[in-house]
C-alpha cells in the first residue's frame, strides 16, 4: 500500500512538472510574439549583431530614444 501510495505521488508530481514545462514554453512563445511586434525590441534585437561594446550601447540608447514618443494608439469603439 505504502508503495502505491509513493508511486501516485510521483505520477502526481511527474505531471505538474510537465504541465508547468508545457505552460513556460507557450508564455514564452507569446512573449518571442510580442517582442517582434515591438519596434522597440526589433530594434535592440538587431543591436546585438555588434561587436563592439560601445557601438552597441549607442544603438541601443538610439533605439530607445528614437520609439520614446511613439506610443500605439489603441481604436476606439464607434458610439
Known amino acids: 500500500m505504502r508503495t502505491f501510495i509513493k508511486s ?7 505531471s505538474l512538472l510537465v504541465v508547468s ?9 507569446r512573449n518571442m510574439e ?5 519596434p522597440v525590441k ?6 546585438k549583431s555588434n561587436k563592439d561594446n560601445e557601438a552597441y550601447e549607442g544603438c541601443m540608447l538610439k533605439c530607445k530614444e528614437t520609439h520614446k514618443d ?6 476606439q469603439k464607434n458610439m
Open 42 to 47: 526589433k530594434c535592440q534585437l538587431e543591436c
Open 21 to 29: 514545462m508545457h505552460a513556460n514554453a507557450a508564455e514564452s512563445s
Open 8 to 14: 501516485c505521488f510521483s505520477v502526481m508530481a511527474a
Open 70 to 75: 511613439k506610443n500605439p494608439v489603441v481604436p
Open 34 to 38: 510580442k517582442n517582434k511586434n515591438d
